[in-house]
C-alpha cells in the first residue's frame, strides 16, 4: 500500500494526534480505516467475504443481480448443476438485501408523522361535517396511514365510516348488459379483446403486467362496446355516455380484467 504526501495524508496524521515524523503506512492506514478491521490492506470486496462467508455475492450490485436472477431463471429447466448452485446463491442474496433494508431514520418518522396529523385532522373536519370518513389517497405511504390511525384512534375517532351513497352511480343491470354484448359482439372481439389479451400476455411473460393499467386499457374496450350498442338498440334522444355512466364502464372494465385474469391461472389464450 503506497501512501503519498498529501492533504489527505496530512490529515490523517494529524487524526492520530501527532505533528510530524515518519509513519509506515500500517499506522497511515489504521488511522484512516479504524482498528476495526484486522488487516488494513485487504479491500472491501475482501473484508465483506470475511465477514459474510455464506453469501458469496455481497460485494455485486442489486440490478447485476437482479439481471443475473433473471438470465437464469428463464430457461431453468436447461440449467446445470453450477447455474443451479448460482442460482440459490442469488436468490438468498436477494433475499438477505430485502431482510436487511436500513430502518427509516428519524427525520422520515418526523415527516411522517407531520403529514399524518395534517391528514388525521382533514379527516376529522370530514367526519365532524359529513358523518363519514373522507376516502384517503390511494398513493399515502403506509407509515402515514399507519400514524395517521393511531392519532384517529387516541382522539376515539373511527375513520372506517364509509360513504352510504359510494356505488351509487353505478347501474349493475346495465354493466352486465354491456358487458355480455361485449363478449359476444365478433367485431369488438376481434378487432379490440383479442389485440389487448396478447398485449397483456406479452407483459405478463416479460414480469410488468399491472392489474390497474389493464384496467385502464380495457376501459377504451368498455367505451367502444358503449358506443356501438348506443348505435343499435339506444334511442334518438339518448346518448351513449349517458345510458352507460363512467362508473357503470369502468366496473365492466373491471370485470373483464378479472375473467382475463382467472383464464390465465386456467390455462387458457395461451398461443
Known sequence: MRIHHTAQWRRMVRAMGRRGGAYSPYAVATARLGPSRLNPYETYGQEMRRKYPGRPWITRPTWELKNMFKAL??????NTAEEEKRLAE??????????LKNPLSSKTKRRAVRVASKLAYRIWQHVKSKGYA????KRTPKLVKEYARKILKANGINWTIKNPAKGRGI????????????????DLYR????PMVLNLQRKIKKGVFRQRLAIKM???????GAKKYAREFGGPGTPWNVMFPKRTRRMVAARLVRHFISEIRAGNYWT
Open 90 to 99: 442469488v436468490m438468498y442474496e436477494l433475499k438477505m438485501r430485502r431482510a
Open 171 to 186: 347501474d349493475k343491470p346495465a354493466a352486465r348488459e354491456l358487458e355480455l354484448y361485449i363478449e359476444n359482439d365478433r
Open 191 to 194: 378487432q379490440r379483446f383479442l
Open 73 to 78: 431463471n428463464m430457461m431453468r429447466a436447461m
Open 134 to 137: 373522507l376516502p384517503v389517497p
Open 218 to 224: 380495457f376501459q377504451y374496450l368498455s367505451d367502444d
